[in-house]
């Protein structure tokens, strides 16, 4: 069936209000912790554990699911689907909170750590700090990123090696590179102003990633590089899931998304672009029709699709929706999706 577009944001423009407590950042970060105790459901190779096979379904699909245009549709769906492993698999019952990177960035100060000594990171109610500084070899490095202060294990917070331990590609720690520059030059306010502006998808979609270079800010990056540097876990193209940073940081993309929706509702509810194939703009595009999937190995367990897909479809299943996340319910007397309901938004991380 066809499922109507949400008849009301689910998370207000003033964020403040939905401020996550020290009580709900606790259950949050207990319930990842949760799922790496929990035996994978995936088979995929490597992926022992519940939080294992996230991180191998998007390695499993990169680089297929970057600069496309169903990049942000798909990572809505991938971030659904975890959230729904959260509740189902550990009993969390708040909603998927999200980083906004840009409240705390200083472009004009480059060098500045301020960031990294927010809430975020903090070692008792957030997700732990930098690892020690590791000198990358020029094969680990062949961009030349400059401006690295980490690379080794996390040393504080719920995330240490003696918590918390990645088994996928292989056993490894959770590692972290704080790159100042790159964060608070791609976490600029004003590259989310631009990216806001856009007036159709595809020049949305394209601002939000741009292109792949360190010399030109994207939004995207500024979580992935300005946290995982280039010796990071967030910072890896493929496994950048392997940091539970990751989920909050594109929960802050599609929130930005949902902003952008709601400047033209009716008309950018249907509107979708973009290739298929990354960088391929002259290409076949993306289109309502288009089917996002998590299938790989046994796939991941998806949070809607009534007939058991591990798909969704973009036009009906996932654009309409700000979470991307659907529950058991009716409309208009018929089973099938309803949005879920207003007290379960997102969450501002701070």
């Not at 973009?314 to 007290?343: C, K, Y």
């Amino acid at each position: 069936m066809v499922i109507s577009p949400v008849r009301v944001p689910l998370v207000p423009i003033d964020c403040s209000r939905r401020q996550l407590s020290v009580t709900k950042k606790k259950s949050y970060i207990d319930a990842v912790l949760c799922l790496t105790k929990k035996n994978a459901t995936s088979g995929i190779a490597n992926a022992l554990n519940r939080f294992d096979d996230h991180e191998a379904v998007h390695s499993s699909q990169t680089p297929a699911i970057h600069w496309v245009g169903h990049f942000i549709l798909w990572h809505r769906y991938f971030t659904a689907t975890y959230e729904k492993a959260l509740r189902d698999d550990c009993g969390y019952t708040g909603g998927q909170p999200y980083w906004d990177w840009s409240q705390d960035a200083e472009p004009q100060k480059p060098n500045s750590t301020k960031i990294f000594q927010t809430a975020i990171f903090d070692p008792e109610t957030g997700f732990g700090g930098n690892g020690d500084y590791v000198a990358p070899t020029a094969a680990q490095n062949p961009l030349n990123i400059t401006g690295s202060t980490g690379g080794g294990c996390v040393k504080t917070g719920p995330f240490t090696p003696s918590n918390f331990m990645l088994n996928f590609p292989e056993k490894d720690c959770l590692r972290r590179d704080y790159n100042p520059r790159i964060m608070n030059t791609f976490a600029d306010p004003s590259l989310v102003a631009d990216v806001l502006a856009q007036k159709d998808y595809t020049s949305f979609a394209r601002a939000i990633e741009n292109v792949p270079s360190f010399d030109q800010p994207n939004i995207h990056g500024s979580g992935h590089f300005g946290v995982g540097g280039v010796l990071g876990t967030i910072g890896n193209a493929a496994n950048s899931p392997g940091d539970p940073l990751f989920f909050l940081h594109h929960g802050n993309l599609d929130h930005i998304f949902w902003k952008w929706q709601q400047k033209d509702l009716k008309t950018r509810l249907s509107q979708v672009g973009g290739p298929i194939i990354p960088f391929d703009y002259s290409g076949q595009n993306v289109t309502l029709d288009f089917e996002i999937n998590i299938a790989s190995g046994n796939a991941l367990e998806a949070p809607w699709s009534p007939d058991g897909r591990n798909s969704a479809l973009v036009g009906s299943e996932v654009n309409h929706n700000e979470r991307g996340v659907l529950t058991e319910g009716t409309m208009n007397g018929e089973e099938g999706r309803l949005d879920v309901e207003a007290e379960v938004p997102l969450y501002l991380w701070m």
